[in-house]
């Protein structure tokens, strides 16, 4: 086995319904699972047949296992199924419609039959990638995980986004998020508190990059080094270990070398490096894209 899933184990998780949870402490870089897909499609070039048609080619053990997952097909995919298919929705046959409820409610790069089981969290601390030398997605702890807590991953791209922008993606999976920074509480406002200032330094990194230079390169380099730096403070005071920031740290490396400070590039470099290595492993064949 070329993974550790004996640490975890699918339970009910209080208030939440089934999740994983870690049966023993997992150290941080730990690949928890190295799991193939099971319907193996192209995502680029997907039709609503293919789906079907990859779900009739798996073994009956496989079919049974597969219309375990949870199943949900949001009003935009409906829709969106209905038209490509020029059917209601209704009139797709009960099985397809369960195939297709389950596909879409389970997908990031495919079908995973233990990895898509695992519950969403703002602030995961499991990352997931597709490791294509292993033809694999593998599932990474980002920090160090207690025996008996939950293992999360995060669904959508919503490290540097406030809660309604979070929220709004999520839809798709149709769920209102209670995880720690969602959640109405004292604390959990405050988290919140963060994530809008990320959302703001995010913006407004965008900007520098954008060639809009006001006294010169210089100066919106020197602009864009702190902003970069502030956002790669708070990810990480926030318990935001996940690969985006690897990229914080990317961007300041990056404007340190335009202004000329080596050391300080290289010391960027390093830290970003470290995230990729926790994140998916020194076999990750596709470093330079991370
Ligand atoms: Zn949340
Ligand atoms: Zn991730």
């Known amino acids: 086995m070329d993974d550790a899933r004996h640490l975890i184990e699918q339970k009910e998780s209080q208030g939440k319904g089934l999740g994983i949870l870690a049966v023993q402490n997992i150290p941080c870089g730990t690949r928890i699972i190295a799991e193939a897909g099971l319907l193996r499609i192209n995502r680029d070039t997907l039709k609503v047949p293919d789906i079907i048609n990859a779900f009739k080619r798996l073994s009956p053990s496989q079919k049974k296992l597969y219309l375990e997952l949870h199943e949900y097909a949001c009003d935009a995919f409906r829709r969106a199924t209905e038209q490509e298919v020029n059917q209601d929705w209704e009139e797709i046959p009960k099985l ?53 807590e939950e293992v999360t991953i995060m669904y959508i791209n919503g490290t540097n986004r406030t809660r309604g922008q979070r929220q709004d993606e999520l839809k798709k999976w149709g769920f209102q998020c209670n995880c ?49 730096q502030r956002i790669a403070a708070l990810q990480k005071s926030e318990g935001l270990l996940d690969i985006e920031l690897s990229n914080s740290y990317h961007d300041a490396a990056r404007y340190s070398a335009k202004l000329g400070d080596v050391s300080m590039a290289l010391l960027w470099t390093e830290k970003k490096l470290e995230v990729v290595r926790y994140c998916v492993g020194v076999d990750y064949p596709d470093w330079q894209s991370e």
């Open 180 to 228: 720690p920074t969602c959640e109405d509480t004292p604390q959990g406002r405050k988290k919140e508190e963060k994530r809008v200032e990320l959302f703001k330094l995010d913006q407004e990194l965008a900007k520098y990059t954008c060639f809009h230079f006001e006294h010169g390169p210089e100066d919106s380099w020197k602009k864009a080094l702190k902003v970069a």
């Open 96 to 148: 397809h419609r369960r195939v297709l409820g389950v596909w879409v409610a389970n997908c990031f790069d495919d079908v995973f039959l233990l990895g898509s089981r695992i519950n969403h969290s703002c602030t995961p601390n499991v990352h997931f990638a597709y490791n294509s030398a292993l033809e694999k997605e593998t599932f990474h702890a980002i920090r160090d995980i207690r025996a008996g």
